[in-house]
């Protein structure tokens, strides 16, 4: 019957994919492409791998996965943008207001 077996114990099953080379191609494009933009760095979770976020001058941004804290730290020192780490440093209000506008008119974006 096996009732008081004890099961194997799976191991620790991500749910999230991890980076590769279109999450890279697709930060590089929004930096090109953008004014004044800065990295925040967000730690990896339970639920996703860590990411990188984006954030351009008028509050446009973008997210995306990365191979972990220090790929992130080489990418924004190679495209010369500075990076932050978001649990220090929190989100720019900037962003607050670009998805504040969106949520209002969303026939502009």
């Known amino acids: 019957m096996g009732l008081f077996r004890r099961r194997k114990q799976a191991g620790a099953v991500s ?3 991890v980076a590769d080379r279109a999450d890279l191609d ?10 004044g933009v800065e990295a925040y760095l967000e730690p990896r979770t339970t639920v996703t791998e860590t ?3 984006l954030i351009a001058d008028d509050g446009e941004w973008t997210r995306r996965r990365v191979g972990g804290p220090d790929e992130a730290r080489r990418f924004a020192h190679r495209l010369a943008i ?13 962003m607050r207001d670009y998805n504040e506008r969106r949520k209002r008119r969303p026939e502009l974006f």
């Open 82 to 94: 500075p990076i932050y780490d978001v649990r220090l440093m929190g989100y720019p209000q900037r």
């Open 26 to 35: 697709h930060l590089e494009s929004f930096v090109r492409t953008r004014r």
């Open 51 to 53: 990411t990188i976020m």
């Open 15 to 17: 749910r999230d994919r």
